[in-house]
């Protein structure tokens, strides 16, 4: 998208709607399913959401339908839920930001407002008359 020409009130924006990625997971966490989970501590096993030290002793898990539940034998076992979290998405340039899902051109960079996920404006009243006449 270039500059905005002097004078200039609304512009279409080109090429928009870049899926975004995903920043890298955190020493210590990879990437699942877009979801950054902490490895499992020395000795326990990843059971995917979880971690047990449970192993060896007639250990069996299963979901019921909304948890992973695990059941062990006659051994004492120490099972925990994994630590997660969902990486900030970021757009291949600068002069873009993320909106429903998608990375857009952001007009502030050329000095005018974003108008919907489309459209540049030189304000919101500029905005709102050029979508009413499309309307």
């Not at 299963?62 to 076992?77: A, E, F």
């Given at each position: 998208?270039?500059?905005?020409?002097?004078?200039?009130?609304?512009?279409?924006?080109?090429?928009?709607?870049?899926?975004?990625?995903?920043?890298?997971?955190?020493?210590?966490?990879?990437?699942?399913?877009?979801?950054?989970?902490?490895?499992?501590?020395?000795?326990?096993?990843?059971?995917?959401?979880?971690?047990?030290g449970c192993f060896d002793c007639g250990c069996r898990s299963?979901?019921?339908?909304?948890?992973?539940?695990?059941?062990?034998?006659?051994?004492?076992?120490?099972t925990y839920s994994k630590d997660n979290y969902i990486p900030?998405?970021?757009?291949?340039?600068?002069?873009?930001?993320?909106?429903?899902?998608?990375?857009?051109?952001?007009?502030?960079?050329?000095?005018?407002?974003?108008?919907?996920?489309?459209?540049?404006?030189?304000?919101?009243?500029?905005?709102?008359?050029?979508?009413?006449?499309?309307?």
């Open positions: 998208m270039g500059a905005a020409a002097e004078g200039t009130n609304f512009c279409w924006k080109e090429n928009n709607g870049t899926v975004p990625l995903r920043e890298h997971c955190a020493d210590g966490y990879r990437n699942v399913g877009d979801v950054c989970w902490d490895d499992c501590r020395s000795g326990y096993r990843d059971m995917g959401v979880t971690c047990t299963w979901w019921d339908g909304w948890l992973l539940k695990t059941r062990c034998g006659p051994c004492n076992c120490d900030k998405q970021i757009c291949g340039h600068s002069n873009e930001y993320v909106y429903l899902g998608l990375c857009q051109w952001d007009c502030n960079v050329i000095g005018m407002d974003n108008c919907g996920t489309s459209a540049c404006a030189a304000d919101a009243s500029s905005c709102a008359t050029e979508v009413a006449g499309i309307v």
